[in-house]
C-alpha cells in the first residue's frame, strides 16, 4: 500500500512543482517591462481591434500601437536650468541607428507651471492634466519634423504623430 501512495505522490509532486514554476513565469511576465521605455510586453487588442501595449511610467499611462514596438523608446530626463529643473520624457522612433523624438511630455511643479504660463503663450494648448494631488501639472509637445528630407522617414513620422495627438485624450496621469 505504501508503494503504491508513493508512487502516486511523486508524480502530483512534480505536477504541482510544474504548475507554480508555470503561475511564477507568468506573474513575472506580465509585470515585465522593456528597458526601452516602460512598455508591457503583453500585447492586447483595443477596441477597432489593433493590437496595442501599455506604457505605464512616469506617472503617465497610454496605449501604445503594437506596431510601434520595435521602433519606439521612451526616455526620462531632468531638463532645466539648475534650481528650477523638472522630469520630462522624450518619445522616440528609432530609423536604423537614428533616434527621433516624436513627442515630449512635460512634469512642472505647480509654481513652475504658474511661470511657463506667463512666459509662453501656447503653455496652456499643450496642458495634458494635473496629478491627482493638483501639485503637478503634465504638458505635451510635439516636435517638428520639417528637417527631414526623406519623404518615406517624414511621411512615416507624420503618420506617428497624427496617432499620437489622436493618443493624446487618452493618455492617463497618476
Known amino acids: 500500500m505504501f508503494n503504491k501512495i508513493k508512487k502516486l505522490i511523486v508524480p502530483v509532486l512534480v505536477l504541482a512543482a510544474l504548475l507554480c514554476a508555470c503561475r511564477n ?11 526601452s521605455g516602460g512598455q508591457n510586453t503583453d500585447a492586447n487588442t483595443n477596441a477597432t ?5 501599455m506604457y505605464d511610467k512616469d506617472g503617465l499611462s497610454f496605449d501604445i500601437p503594437e506596431a510601434w514596438q520595435q521602433n519606439f523608446k521612451a526616455v526620462t530626463r531632468e531638463v532645466g536650468s539648475s534650481g528650477n529643473t523638472y522630469p520630462q520624457t522624450d518619445f522616440y522612433y528609432t530609423e536604423g541607428e537614428r533616434d527621433i523624438r516624436l513627442m515630449s511630455i512635460g512634469k ?3 509654481e513652475q507651471w504658474e511661470n511657463l504660463k506667463k512666459t509662453t503663450k501656447d503653455a496652456e494648448k499643450a496642458m495634458l492634466g494635473e496629478s491627482p494631488d493638483k501639485n ?6 510635439y516636435e517638428n519634423h520639417d528637417y ?8 512615416i513620422l ?11 485624450d487618452k493618455i492617463k496621469i497618476k
Open 25 to 35: 513565469e507568468a506573474a513575472d511576465n506580465a509585470g515585465d517591462t522593456s528597458a
Open 148 to 155: 527631414i528630407e526623406d519623404k518615406d522617414l517624414k511621411d
Open 49 to 53: 481591434g489593433e493590437r496595442i501595449s
Open 158 to 168: 507624420s503618420g506617428i504623430r497624427t496617432k499620437a495627438e489622436e493618443m493624446r
Open 108 to 110: 512642472y511643479t505647480r
Open 136 to 141: 503637478h501639472v503634465y504638458s505635451v509637445y
